[in-house]
Each structure stands twice: as C-alpha cells, then as structure tokens.
C-alpha cells in the first residue's frame, strides 16, 4: 500500500476522508468520468480546513457537473497545466 487508509463518510457518497501515516487528512471524491465511465479520485479538499458539510457541496456540486456532462478531473489537469510556467 501507499502507507494510507481512506475512511468512507456515511451520507455523503462517493466522499473519503484519507489519512496517511503522517496524519495529513484530506477529503477525496471518486469521480465516475463521463467519456471513459471509469473511477477516478480526486482530492476535494484537505480536513480540518474545510468540514464535512463543506465537503459534501463539493461533492453535491462536482456529482451535477458530471451529471452535466463536464469531467471536473479533466478541468482540473487542465488549469494546472496552464498555471505551470514553461522556460
């Protein structure tokens, strides 16, 4: 394993909080993607800094994107690359 353990949140589905072997704990959201139907994890938010309920609208918010159509993982690979600064 990666040296961490994910802990499922009752009524907020689709919703882990993860906590790794040094105690950092962040929420993770799995992602079905809408072009390839696979899972996919995607880190939502890092505890205690943002809560539970924060965490479930987020997750609440990314389900009717996906719903919509968008893939929020896709976006997100796509704003970092446009903030990584090229030589």
Same mark, same amino acid.
């Given at each position: 394993? #990666?040296? =961490?353990?994910?802990?499922?949140?009752?009524?907020?589905?689709?919703?882990?909080?993860?906590?790794?072997? !040094? &105690?950092? +704990?962040?929420?993770?959201?799995?992602?079905?993607?809408? #072009?390839? =139907?696979?899972?996919?994890?995607?880190?939502?938010?890092?505890?205690?800094?943002?809560?539970?309920?924060? !965490? &479930?609208? +987020?997750?609440?918010?990314?389900?009717?994107?996906?719903?919509?159509?968008?893939?929020?993982?896709?976006?997100?690979?796509?704003?970092?690359?446009?903030?990584?600064?090229?030589?």
């Amino acid at each position: 394993g #990666k040296g =961490r353990a994910e802990y499922r949140i009752s009524g907020t589905p689709n919703v882990v909080l993860r906590v790794t072997k !040094a &105690g950092q +704990r962040s929420w993770v959201y799995w992602v079905k993607r809408p #072009k390839t =139907r696979s899972w996919q994890k995607m880190t939502i938010g890092v505890y205690p800094a943002m809560t539970l309920a924060n !965490a &479930g609208k +987020r997750a609440l918010d990314l389900r009717h994107a996906v719903s919509e159509g968008e893939d929020p993982i896709a976006e997100r690979d796509e704003a970092l690359t446009a903030l990584t600064v090229k030589p």
